[in-house]
Nanobody, 115 residues
């Protein structure tokens, strides 16, 4: 079955950087999109970035200019480079993809930014 595994989270000081990775397995084709979301306790999950085979981009205004998403065209992997991190970026970051009306989520990776 489809599995998404995120990695790269951790604890960093404000102004620091982290690089997240998400790898999808269990299929023999390429997903059109693999996206990054984040969620804080008690809040709704919000879209951070889309990683598509044709074009990728940051969707969350508060991280534009600091985060970069990249998606290789030959594998089911998506990266999120996070620079100049702020305490407000503290969240669990999730990877999501979908195929034929089914949605798949990873288990999430915790990002904690200390002030």
């Amino acid at each position: 079955q489809v599995q998404l595994v995120e990695s790269g989270g951790g604890l960093v000081q404000a102004g620091g950087s982290l690089s997240l990775s998400c790898v999808a397995s269990g299929v023999k084709f390429l997903f059109d999109s693999m996206n990054w979301y984040r969620q804080a306790p008690g809040k709704e999950r919000e879209l951070v970035a889309t990683g598509r085979l044709d074009i990728s981009g940051i969707k969350l205004d508060s991280v534009k200019g600091r985060f970069t998403v990249s998606r290789p065209r030959n594998k089911n992997t998506v990266y999120l480079q996070m620079n100049n991190l702020e305490p407000e970026d503290t969240d669990v970051y999730y990877c999501k993809t979908q195929f034929r009306e089914r949605t798949y989520w990873g288990q999430g990776t915790q990002v904690t930014v200390s002030s």
